[in-house]
């Protein structure tokens, strides 16, 4: 069976709990992956032009169409602009290459994917740290995903990694308003302002690294950047522990399950069979109110964020460079 969805403001319907695919390059992995998740019930695949895998992702989708054990319109695609792309004159190149590869007439959802044009960050061989940022007009690229929708190409347009005062401008200028916000979102980075705001104007709240990204270092190592101390700490926390425990589910399971209790969705990415059945398991139990209120607790705010973008101090320094300026990297 299927996870439930959440309503966009275009009527569609985003289900809660989807398979990111950040990092997964390998071919036979993703193939696993992707096979075992369709198999399981997921029914929303989450990739992006800078992860490098639409090819893989688009192949394994048109062997389920093909076979007739899908129907297009049963899976719900999200695929996002690099930064790269993040310009009114290149913005549809970016849509229609995705399109090719993930050999589909439309996605479901299209998201800038980072609010700051850079002009050499658009695949996964590129040197983040001699990236350069461009001057970035919101606004006007936003005016290009709005025809895009109406050539059929998208069902809806969002954003991702974009602040609250970037996403307010955007809704408030927009005629196809923004449906989702892709953005870090975990016990230790709760972000509820942010989130109160998207959820008042109908914007779906979409969480990244809602088990805290596990794997980042093996991501930063890969592309020349020194790993970082982090690793399974929310996994690994007691209260969290704790409440699996009381609820016989594992540690993994109560971090998704308290984002998507607070109708947030969740696109947690494995290549594990195990996990990935396990990640899609959250819809027989609830957590009370004694859990919410200790998982809420654990937020540290900004001294949670896992990703700042932060490639380089131009990055930081561009005017649409979307966290708090604190001297730290990616």
């Known amino acids: 069976m299927a996870a439930p969805s959440l309503k966009l403001l275009n009527g569609f319907q985003l289900p809660l709990v989807g398979l990111g695919t950040f990092t997964v390059t390998d071919e036979k992995a993703l193939e696993t992956s ?8 997921y029914r929303h695949i989450d990739t992006a032009t800078v992860y490098n895998n ?3 992702i688009g192949k394994v989708l048109k062997a389920w169409f093909d076979s007739g054990k899908l129907k297009r319109q049963e899976v719900f695609i999200t695929t996002k602009l690099p930064p790269a792309g993040l310009h009114p004159d290149r913005l549809e190149e970016y849509l229609l290459k995705s399109l090719e590869l993930l050999q589909v007439d439309y996605v479901d959802l299209y998201l800038i994917h980072l609010p700051i044009h850079i002009q050499s960050f658009g695949g996964a061989s590129t040197n983040l740290a001699a990236s350069q940022p461009q001057p970035t007009d919101h606004l006007a690229v936003w005016k290009k995903l709005e025809e895009q929708v109406d050539l059929g190409r998208t069902r809806a347009i969002g954003v991702s990694n974009f602040n609250q005062s970037q996403v307010k401008r955007v809704f408030e200028n927009a ?6 916000n892709q953005v870090e979102l975990h016990i230790y980075l709760q972000q509820p302002e942010l989130v109160d705001y998207l ?3 109908g914007i779906v709240p979409v969480s990244y690294f809602s088990l805290g990204n596990p794997g980042i270092n093996e ?6 950047r020194p790993p970082r101390n982090v690793g399974s700490e929310l996994l690994d926390d007691p209260v969290v522990r704790e409440i699996a425990t009381k609820h016989g589910k594992t540690s993994g399971q109560v971090l998704l399950k308290y984002l998507v209790q607070k109708k947030i969705a969740v696109i947690p990415k494995s290549v594990t069979p195990s996990r ?3 990640n899609i398991g959250l819809f027989d139990f609830q957590l009370d109110a004694a859990d919410v209120g200790a998982l809420q607790a654990l937020d540290k705010g900004e001294a949670g964020r896992r990703s700042t973008m932060a490639f380089n101090q131009a990055i930081v320094d561009h005017p649409e460079y979307p966290f708090p300026r604190i001297a730290r990297t990616v």
């Open 175 to 180: 005629r196809i308003k923004p449906a989702a």
């Open 276 to 278: 990935i059945r396990e």
């Open 34 to 41: 992707l096979n075992t998740a369709l198999e399981s019930g």
């Open 54 to 56: 639409e090819h893989i």
């Open 219 to 224: 991501f930063l190592v890969k592309n020349g």
């Open 199 to 201: 959820q008042a104007n």
